[in-house]
């Protein structure tokens, strides 16, 4: 079983910076693409940006530029540096990981998610 576990988020005044952070533990699979996605009260979750192993990265269009998205495949770690944050960051920011747990199964996980709030 492949657990997921967030950290980093919290309050932050516009214009600032948060990390997360999210490993992955358990044993017996590969991991291949990681990623944060965020839901807002009221609307569908929505992707912010993944990273493949390989460290080819994607980013939602509303925080390209100031986002960055990275991982550390040795500690099964993904990292989200947020920057020049907005009010409209505010959400809950779920960890997501696929891969293999075999060689012809795949699975998908989502972290618990952590809190962001951008506001003065």
């Known amino acids: 079983q492949v657990q997921l576990v967030e950290s980093g988020g919290g309050l932050v005044q516009p214009g600032g910076s948060l990390r997360l952070s999210c490993a992955a533990s358990g044993s017996g699979f590969s991991i291949s693409t990681m990623g944060w996605y965020r839901q807002a009260p009221g609307i569908p979750r929505e992707l912010v940006a993944t990273?493949?192993?390989?460290?080819?990265?994607n980013y939602a269009d509303s925080v390209r530029g100031r986002f960055i998205i990275s991982r550390d495949n040795a500690k099964r770690t993904v990292y989200l540096q947020m920057n020049s944050l907005k009010p409209e960051d505010t959400a809950v920011y779920y960890c997501n990981a696929g891969g293999l747990i075999s060689a012809t199964i795949g699975f998908g996980s989502w972290g618990q998610g952590t809190q962001v709030t951008v506001s003065s």
């Open positions: 990273i493949t192993r390989g460290g080819s990265t």
